[in-house]
């Protein structure tokens, strides 16, 4: 039987004529790989901070919303332009009621079984995220989610939380691996303390 | 102008095999698949609203990024019981996409919940899990089910296709093979800039962190091999975004992106980073080189080739063997009608034996009839190469020989593919007719 014997498929034959003869579905089909071509080469253009120049700028303001909403919003900054060298893990010091502190730590993939590790590596990043200086915005919803992790006592329930960064720099090959320094996260106030409503455990 | 314009047609729009994207989507659904599991044991503390990052602090974060424009399903309805649901669907999407079952469908499906999750929780994600939101982006414009997909095996029942998949328009393909390659360009040149990279030192320091390393990797603290990895890695990223456009080099090319990111998968523990990398290099096979491993993989298989003899008057059993036809991808089976008295007696079979059941004669002249047939050919098949062994396990054996004796003897009364019923209309319009 010849493919196009069914009626279904010759309305499809017609339908794809004729988009074929209409000259402006391929423009389309042009236009937007030549619009996302160039949304990405901007979007890609290495270390955009250091040299922002007026162009490069403008494109971007056009170019955001279309790649962020889209998902493309891709930044390949792995391991570059420099690798992370800070080994770093997440304490919560959760302050109760009657003033009895909890010291609880987010997941450290490093004590974890290797299937678990794999599940759970998400922590990883989430600390990473946390810790590397730019993101203190994530600082009271982890706090927050720690507040609720310890909150097993209701005659007692925690009050306050400071997360504690627990850090120390890889060093170069062939030196000495240095001991962690546990440093509160600080704010321009000083160490980042978030306070802990009945709402925030419920 | 002219050759310009004709190029750039060529390269976006001349139509290519479909088999390479077929194969893609296939790989690219189980990873999809993977990390929808991976992270629904979780779900609530990633994206609940008592999680790590409840919605207003989530869109907070949002908005202190790149641009405050994101997609997000889950805001729509932002109690935690939808979470369920929502991986519900988005688990059983990711399921038709790897079978390739209403594709385009389950693309949109897939590419929603995959941008839902990452705006949602923006925090948790790693440069893999970008790639995955992107390639699923691109798979919902292109032709993703035109092979190795259960749609395509509909159009075969219905006539609409033979054994050969069709060929395809491949501008979102295209995009896709673009997107890697800038990628990797954008990292080599990045990491060009860094003075580790360029000193040669760089790959020490991730491999030493403990939170990220995973198993011990031998050679780490000798500056040679430390070197050797350092480089290679930006030769290997330069190449891939540069030398796998020189057809000559491709494969070449191709290899080693496997490698380095079979070294990353060893040594690091990122999830499903090196695997959503390596199937992107799918989209940059042609169909010689699939046929070409097909055949390199057939011989280490041992695969032995088998004549089937069917009863070709008998139009279920036409039915069950297109989709026995679609499976046969190392084209190991040859199909006889038990009616061509020739080819069923140079197979050794006698007609009345055929009646009985379908029959597979291996290369000796053995034969295998009805439910052995159908176990010996299921070794053949990759897609049921794995459940070959259990069909040997009393009493799978004993219940098999019971379901074929009963679709033997009602086999008049089982469904068929559409295009035999087509065919059975016209002929009873033409008897009717006469």
């Not at chain 2, 800038?182 to 320091?205: D, H, M, P, R």
């Not at chain 2, 990353?264 to 959503?276: A, G, K, R, T, V």
């Not at chain 2, 036409?318 to 989709?323: F, G, Q, R």
Request: proline share 7%.
């Amino acid at each position: 039987m010849s493919s196009l014997d069914n009626p279904r498929d010759k309305v499809r034959q017609r339908r794809v004529d004729r988009l074929e003869k209409r000259w402006w579905v391929r423009k389309a089909v042009n236009l937007f790989i030549i619009w996302h071509l160039f949304s990405l080469a901007i979007w890609l253009l290495p270390d955009r901070s250091s040299s922002p120049s007026p162009i490069i700028e403008g494109s971007l303001g056009a170019v955001r919303p279309y790649m962020t909403f889209t998902g493309f919003a891709q930044s390949w900054n792995m391991f570059s332009p420099e690798p992370d060298k800070l080994d770093v893990t997440l304490e919560a010091e959760v302050t109760h009621a009657n003033g009895h502190k909890d010291h609880w730590f987010f997941p450290r993939m490093a004590r974890m079984s290797y299937p678990r590790r794999y599940q759970a590596e998400r922590w990883r990043k989430l600390v990473e995220n946390a810790t590397h200086g730019s993101n203190p915005i994530l600082w009271p919803p982890l706090a927050r989610y720690a507040a609720r992790v310890n909150n097993y006592d209701a005659q007692n329930p925690p009050v306050s939380v400071t997360l504690i960064s627990h850090s120390r720099i890889i060093p170069p090959l062939g030196e000495p691996l240095p001991t962690y320094t546990a440093v509160p996260l600080q704010t321009g106030h000083g160490a980042s303390i978030t306070p802990i409503r009945s709402e925030d455990l419920r | 102008m002219k050759p310009l314009r004709r190029d750039w047609n060529e390269f976006w729009f001349q139509p290519i095999s479909s088999i390479p994207l077929g194969m893609f989507r296939l790989v690219f659904g189980l990873l999809v698949l993977s990390y929808g599991l991976l992270l629904l044991p979780e779900r609530f503390v990633w994206f609940g609203n008592r999680g790590v990052l409840p919605l207003p602090d989530s869109n907070a974060y949002n908005g202190t990024g790149a641009g405050a424009l994101h997609l997000d399903v889950l805001a729509l309805r932002g109690a935690d019981h939808w979470l369920t649901a929502f991986f519900a669907v988005f688990l059983v999407a990711a399921l038709c996409l790897t079978l390739g079952l209403w594709t385009r469908t389950s693309a949109v499906i897939v590419y929603l919940c995959i941008n839902t999750l990452h705006s949602r929780n923006a925090v948790i994600h790693h440069s893999g899990d970008t790639v995955m939101l992107v390639m699923s982006a691109y798979l919902v414009f292109s032709s993703a089910g035109a092979a190795c997909s259960l749609d395509r095996l509909w159009r075969i029942f219905q006539g609409r296709e033979n054994d050969e998949p069709p060929r395809i328009v491949p501008w979102a393909q295209r995009l896709m093979q673009l997107q890697v390659a800038i990628v990797y360009l954008g990292a080599s040149l990045s990491k060009a800039g860094g003075e580790k990279w360029v000193n040669g030192t760089a790959a020490y320091y991730p491999l030493h962190l403990p939170e990220s390393a995973r198993f011990p990797t031998p050679g780490s603290e000798l500056l040679w091999v430390i070197n050797l990895v350092t480089w290679g890695t930006i030769a290997v990223e330069l190449a891939l975004a540069t030398l796998i456009w020189v057809p000559r080099l491709r494969l070449y090319v191709l290899l080693g992106g496997v490698l380095l990111h079979l070294g990353i998968e060893y040594s690091l523990n990122i999830p499903l980073f090196s695997f959503i990398m390596i199937a992107s290099y799918m989209t940059f096979l042609t169909a010689a080189d699939y046929t070409n491993f097909l055949a390199w993989a057939k011989r280490p298989l041992r695969l032995t080739p088998f004549r089937v003899i069917y009863d070709g008057e008998c139009d279920f059993c036409k039915s069950a063997l297109l989709a026995v036809r679609f499976l046969d991808v190392f084209r190991q089976l040859t199909f006889v009608d038990s009616h061509d008295e020739a080819a069923r007696e140079a197979a050794g079979v006698n007609f009345a034996l055929a009646e009985q059941a379908a029959i597979a004669v291996d290369p000796s002249g053995k034969q295998f009839a009805g439910y052995d047939a159908f176990r010996a050919i299921a070794w053949q098949l990759p897609a049921t190469t794995l459940i070959a062994p259990l069909l040997y396990v009393p009493p799978i054996p004993q219940i098999g020989r019971r379901i074929y004796a009963w679709v033997k003897d009602n086999r008049g009364r089982l469904p068929v593919a559409p295009r035999y019923q087509v065919q059975e209309a016209a002929e009873e319009r033409e008897t009717t007719n006469v």
